[in-house]
């Protein structure tokens, strides 16, 4: 698929909370995106909710759906 229609392209790392941490205090170098599921982030909010949308604005994400 050509980056034209598909714009997200490499490597990506699948975004849990438990690595929200390690993360944030080393930034990865390797990463080129993170994958998420909405509904394990879905009404996330304090430190934890801005740490999340501090990724949203540095890395392109790809969310998919489990159960919505």
């Given at each position: 698929m050509s980056s034209k229609t598909y714009p997200v392209t490499g490597s990506g790392?699948?975004?849990r909370r438990s690595?929200?941490?390690p993360l944030?205090?080393?930034p990865p170098q390797a990463v080129d995106f993170f994958e998420i599921?909405?509904?394990?982030?879905i009404g996330v909010g304090g430190?934890?909710?801005?740490d999340f949308r501090s990724f949203t604005e540095?890395?392109?994400?790809?969310a998919h759906g489990?159960?919505?």
């Open positions: 790392l699948g975004l690595l929200m941490g944030r205090d080393n599921a909405p509904e394990n982030w430190k934890m909710g801005k540095r890395y392109p994400f790809i489990l159960s919505l």
